[in-house]
């Protein structure tokens, strides 16, 4: 996909391969906030979780035993946030399916506020 700046990756400024196997790739934009956060990528354009292959799935896994690794090893976070986005309406901006791995700090302010955060969250409850 010619616009996708996980496709083509000198769209988005300091992105980087971190590490990559045969389907996919872990990339990392130089972040302020929490360091170490990176998406893994299928490196073919799939654009929901929903449309990765099931040897992706296999090679996600895989990347991703290989970032907790490395996560470990430089950041020694207290533990991650891990997610999908899907959609417009679940928060996904970029239309290529990517996994969020967001190591976790103690010494954060929202230490301890997960997914299930904004899943209970009385403010997020549909008016219907």
Known sequence: MEG???????????Q????????????????????GSGLI???AHRETVFDVTPE???????ML???????????????????????TAGGQHIMHAHLHIIPRFQD?????KGIR????SKENQ???
């Open 126 to 128: 549909r008016k219907i």
């Open 16 to 35: 980087q391969v971190v590490l990559q196997n045969q389907l996919c790739r872990f990339l990392q934009i130089p972040q302020e906030v929490l360091i």
């Open 65 to 87: 035993q290989e970032v907790k690794a490395l996560l470990e090893e430089q950041y020694k976070p207290g533990g991650y946030t891990i997610g999908w986005n899907c959609g």
């Open 41 to 43: 990528v299928p490196i």
């Open 56 to 62: 992706e799935w296999t090679a996600t896994y895989e």
């Open 108 to 112: 954060e302010p929202l230490a301890g």
């Open 117 to 120: 955060n904004w899943l209970k």
């Open 4 to 14: 996708c700046p996980l496709c083509n990756l000198a769209l988005q400024e300091g």
